[in-house]
């Protein structure tokens, strides 16, 4: 799991879940990385990924934290997000 919002890290923290954070404002050490995110989903970052397909933006992980679905994220296998 990847993520770039610190509000979203919190919401994924509480699942128990592993995920790696990336700063992708940070063009030093991940280059090209927030420009590859927004060509792929259309959207901006933050997004959560699921097995190589997308599962939600920071809005939607936010959402799913609140309604307490954010462990469900465990059955849809490995979990990444940007």
């Known amino acids: 799991?990847?993520?770039c919002s610190a509000?979203?890290?919190q919401a994924l923290l509480k699942t128990g879940l592993a995920f790696k954070a990336i700063d992708c404002n940070d063009e030093k050490y991940n280059p090209g990385v927030k420009a590859a995110i927004q060509e792929l989903t259309g959207q901006q970052v933050p997004?959560?990924?699921?097995g190589g397909q997308r599962?939600?933006?920071?809005?939607?992980i936010q959402e799913m934290?609140?309604?307490s679905l954010?462990?469900?994220l465990s059955a849809l296998g490995?979990?990444?997000a940007a």
């Open 1 to 3: 799991m990847y993520i």
């Open 7 to 9: 509000s979203s890290g």
């Open 47 to 50: 997004q959560l990924f699921a």
């Open 55 to 60: 599962v939600a933006n920071g809005q939607e």
């Open 65 to 67: 934290d609140q309604a």
């Open 70 to 72: 954010l462990d469900k």
């Open 78 to 80: 490995a979990v990444e």
